[in-house]
Nanobody
Framework: QVQLVESGGGLVQPGGSLRLSCAAS????????MGWYRQAPGKQRELVATDTNGGSANYADSVKGRFTISRDNAKNTVDLQMNRLKPEDTAVYYC???????????????WGQGTQVTVSS
């Protein structure tokens, strides 16, 4: 059973910062990519940032220059440092990994349950 545990969400004022963390555990052989997505009320889930196993990061245009994704391969964790937050960043943020399970061949996706980020004055 693969589990993703997210932490770090909460309420912050515009211009403030939050750091989200995600820890993956369970029957994981290797993780090929880790990333963050978000879903605002009434909107589709969208990519925020991803980090491939090779160290290549990809960001949504709306967060470039403000958010930074980082990954600790030894610990199977991924963080999202969010700076200069805006009200439009308010959403539920989901951690996602692409992994291969122990004893298996193919890649699978796993999602965290989500953590609420609210940016409001």
């Amino acid at each position: 059973q693969v589990q993703l545990v997210e932490s770090g969400g909460g309420l912050v004022q515009p211009g403030g910062s939050l750091r989200l963390s995600c820890a993956a555990s369970g029957s994981i052989s290797s993780i090929y990519a880790m990333g963050w997505y978000r879903q605002a009320p009434g909107k589709q889930r969208e990519l925020v940032a991803t980090d491939t196993n090779g160290g290549s990061a990809n960001y949504a245009d709306s967060v470039k220059g403000r958010f930074t994704i980082s990954r600790d391969n030894a610990k199977n964790t991924v963080d999202l440092q969010m700076n200069r937050l805006k009200p439009e960043d308010t959403a539920v943020y989901y951690c996602k990994i692409v992994y291969t399970g122990k004893g298996l061949t193919f890649r699978y996706d796993a999602w965290g349950q989500g953590t609420q980020v609210t940016v409001s004055s």
